[in-house]
């Protein structure tokens, strides 16, 4: 709940940069000088880019924590039992140890949304995010 909590208070900000943004922009058109009117053009396109990708990372949030509530109802999820630091992060030597058996069992049932789940929560508690989102990526696709 507070990585939630976390991503709406980003895109308030964002939604505020995004306003700022947008009335210079209307600032630079209304200048009249060519270099200006090429500012306000190129600030016009940029708040239209962050939407896009705010959209797109709220979405794949969403999508992920759907698809892992429904896991956790079937089963505990990779790294439930294993040791943790203060902070809450799982071990690294504990999840590097853990991890061979996810990635085994993607390549054995490559269609399976269950397994490439688990797999990237695998990689998340191993500390690699970009596979991890990766497998998450994955996994949202195949379980529609």
């Not at 990635?103 to 500390?127: C, F, I, S």
């Amino acid at each position: 709940m507070r990585a939630f909590g976390g991503a709406v208070l980003m895109a308030l900000v964002l939604v505020l940069y995004l306003f700022v943004v947008v009335t210079r922009a209307i600032a630079f058109l209304s200048s009249g000088n060519p270099i200006g009117i090429a500012i306000g053009v190129a600030l016009f396109v940029l708040p239209f880019i962050g939407a896009y990708l705010l959209i797109r990372e709220l979405l794949f949030g969403l999508q992920a924590t759907r698809l892992t509530r429904r896991l956790e109802a079937e089963e505990p999820l990779p790294g439930a039992e294993l040791p943790r630091r203060a902070s809450g992060r799982v071990e690294r030597a504990a999840a590097d140890a853990d991890f061979p058996p996810y990635a085994d069992a993607a390549e054995e049932r490559p269609d399976d949304w269950r397994v490439w789940l688990r797999l990237g929560l695998a990689y998340d508690n191993a500390g690699d995010r970009r596979r991890a989102r990766g497998a998450i990526r994955r996994a949202i696709t195949l379980s529609r």
